[in-house]
């Protein structure tokens, strides 16, 4: 059976999990302690050398980083969450790193340092949430105008750019990152916050951000 390792808060780790269940694949979901430092252990470092999640096991085959990993399990099932045209496939790829490079990252900056680093009494660096800001009210245009041409990212269907997408912007409420003014992308993350690949594993993240923000208020 599959294994995916991951964490509850990890949108990465999430984006494997999403892309598993639409596919309805069977697979062990496997919790690594980062905390506990379980990513650093030498059963861990066999699967991912780099010590970072997520991860997979399918039968003895490893692989790591997100979305070499849901490139593979949708190839792997022949899924069309991963056109098998040139063209099409381009178009997939495209979106896959434009979310990755620019939304995820600018994401990240402002979670880090709005919910993380102060849940771990670690300095909050304000540039770095205003440079991600920036960047977001850059980038997050760019997506709003896709989505006002298509019902989803690359089109008239799902594919791998929306789960990548999805999981990138999961974080914005808890790192109070404002998405209500982009309209299309509101339409398009209540469409699928609604499906089954979805609610099936989110509610481990939100409560996990949940505890993380109730100690922030203590």
């Known amino acids: ?19 598993a269940n639409v596919l309805g ?17 030498p059963e861990f470092l066999k699967i991912n050398p780099a010590g970072k999640i997520p991860a997979i096991d399918d039968g003895g085959f490893y692989l790591f980083e997100s979305n070499a990993i849901i490139r593979y399990l949708a190839d792997k099932n022949n899924s069309a969450l991963y056109p098998k045209g ?18 995820g990252a600018a994401m990240s900056k402002v979670t880090y340092n709005r919910l993380y680093a102060p849940s771990r009494g670690e300095s909050v660096d304000e540039r770095s949430i205003q440079d991600g800001l920036a960047f ?6 760019v997506v709003d105008d896709q989505l006002g041409k298509n019902k989803y990212v690359t089109g008239p269907t799902m594919t791998l750019a929306d789960l990548n997408m999805l999981a990138l912007l999961d974080p ?13 992308i509101v ?15 989110h509610k481990d993240y939100l409560d996990t951000v949940k505890d993380i923000m109730a100690g922030l208020k203590k």
């Open 172 to 184: 914005a409420e808890a790192s109070e990152v404002d998405v209500s003014k982009y309209k299309n």
């Open 187 to 201: 339409r398009w993350r209540n469409a699928l916050k609604k499906e089954a690949f979805y609610t099936k594993c």
């Open 136 to 141: 977001l009210g850059r980038f997050l245009p």
């Open 86 to 103: 040139l063209k099409e496939r381009a178009i997939v790829d495209e979106w896959i790193d434009f979310g990755s490079m620019h939304v």
């Open 1 to 19: 059976m599959l294994k995916i390792y991951g964490g509850d808060r990890s949108s990465p780790s999430n984006k494997v999990r999403f892309t």
């Open 25 to 41: 694949l069977q697979y062990e979901y496997i919790k690594v302690n980062l905390r506990a430092g379980e990513h650093r252990q």
